[in-house]
């Protein structure tokens, strides 16, 4: 065992660490440098400050940048009724506070908590292999996103949810996670631009259906959870499209319409016959965090269901995830990093954990990087080690393809190194979707 020192990285948000502990965990290779990068309590901002990383998701907020000075108290008033409780701020470019974690201590916790994880095993996940699921699994998707295209539209015309239409659709999403969670969970990955809204509701369906099955809950009961995650974000069907794909930040106004959307997705399943409080909560409860700070109604702890408190967790992982107009989407294992350290505040961090077990920490469909410098494609989790999936290698880095080759990482001396972006090595998601 080697106690470490670091490798950084860039991400999209600051300059992350990781550190090697052990052989089973190991992350990109090293560059150190000098960090004045410090964690606050938000309520020490102070005029004078740089803000180095607002440590919310960007659908938190409406901030142009993430980074920047605050030049007035006005700003700091802002930032402060973000309700984050901590933020980063760059100690090189504007002032100091005496006491404070730096950030190199924070991403210290939050490392031995992922490492923790990856020596835990995860939950038994039987996994069917059925190369037909696949092909299913595509034809399933599109039709999800179809569907919630059309009840969406229908909403926006006035019209009450029918939830014969969805519950079908809903039986056969369960069905597929219950045969073979491994093809469908990839192409909830998979999404246009133009299509966000649809594509992301089918997505936390998916993944919340995942998460669902991992913690045991009765089969009935994930059928109603995954009713409540693909109408989650119903109500933004009577938010204005001009603020639902506006190509930059929101004004504070528009902001405050989008933040509607929750009581209007309520109010929409509140009249449609025959919804569960199951599916209701999914929904009214999903912007609501463990420390009160979410909303609409600031709910805080046990106050909020257990189907809201996962509800929270995987809208924000999809969100974080995805690629947007002004935002580039987080690498996977980046994404599990950034919910664990929120999980101090917003959510419970046993079910953070749980969650980042039942989606793999290198999720299936995710493109990996190997010691031996090739690239592969997550097949599937391992019951056992979340840090060894099986994967298919089909690319070396030196820039071509390889004879694909599916191996076992536990039965392997090779490992995985990170994630990488399929679009960097213009590599095809499709092309490459499990067998
Ligand atoms: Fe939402």
């Not at 009249?271 to 109604?297: C, K, M, W």
């Amino acid at each position: 065992m080697h106690d470490v020192r670091a490798v950084r990285h860039y991400s999209n948000r600051a300059v992350l660490h990781w550190h090697e502990v052990n052989a089973n965990w190991i992350l990109p290779a090293n560059i150190a440098f000098k960090t004045m990068i410090k964690l606050i309590p938000t309520e020490k901002l102070q005029t004078g400050m740089f803000i180095h990383d607002l440590n919310c998701g960007w659908m938190d907020h409406n901030f142009v940048r993430s980074r920047f000075a605050v030049k007035t108290e006005a700003v700091a008033l802002k930032v402060r009724a973000l309700g984050v409780k901590e933020i980063y701020i760059d100690t090189a470019r504007g002032l100091d506070i005496v006491e404070g974690p730096s950030q190199e201590a924070q991403e210290h916790q939050v490392d031995a908590a992922l490492q923790a994880l990856a020596t835990t095993s995860a939950s038994d996940m039987p996994r069917v292999s059925v190369q037909r699921e696949v092909e299913r699994a595509q034809k399933l998707h599109g039709d999800a996103n179809r569907i919630v295209r059309d009840v969406m539209g229908d909403v926006r015309l006035g019209k009450q949810i029918q939830l014969e239409q969805i519950e079908p659709l809903v039986a056969r999403i369960v069905d597929s996670i219950f045969r073979r969670a491994d093809a469908l969970m990839p192409l909830a990955r998979l999404k246009e631009h133009d299509e966000y809204t649809f594509q992301h509701s089918v997505s936390v369906c998916v993944l919340m259906t995942s998460f669902a099955r991992a913690l045991e809950l009765p089969r009935e009961i994930i059928h109603e959870i995954a009713i409540g995650a693909l109408l989650h974000d119903v109500g933004k069907a009577k938010v204005a499209d001009e603020i639902l794909n506006k190509p930059a930040k929101l004004t504070d106004a528009e902001f405050a319409k989008m933040k509607n959307h929750v009581v209007q997705s309520k109010i929409i399943l509140q009249a449609t016959p025959g919804i569960s409080n199951i599916a209701l909560d999914v929904a009214a409860q999903h912007h609501e965090r463990f420390d009160g700070t979410g909303y609409p109604n600031k709910l805080k702890g046990e106050e909020i269901s257990l189907y809201g408190q996962m509800g929270a967790i995987v809208d924000v992982y999809d969100a974080i995830t995805s690629n947007r107009v002004y935002h580039k989407g987080m690498m996977p294992t980046d994404a599990m990093r950034k919910l664990l350290e929120w999980s101090k505040f917003h959510f419970k961090p046993e079910l953070v954990k749980a969650f980042i077990r039942a989606v793999g920490i290198y999720p299936t469909g995710s493109l990996v990087r190997l010691e031996s410098r090739r690239l592969a494609v997550v097949q599937a989790q391992s019951a056992d080690q979340v840090m060894q999936p099986v994967v298919k290698i089909i690319f070396h880095t030196r820039g071509y393809y390889l004879t694909p080759e599916i191996v076992d990482l536990r039965r392997s001396h090779d490992r995985i190194v990170g994630h990488e972006d399929f679009a960097t090595w213009n590599i095809d998601p499709l092309r490459w979707l499990p067998e």
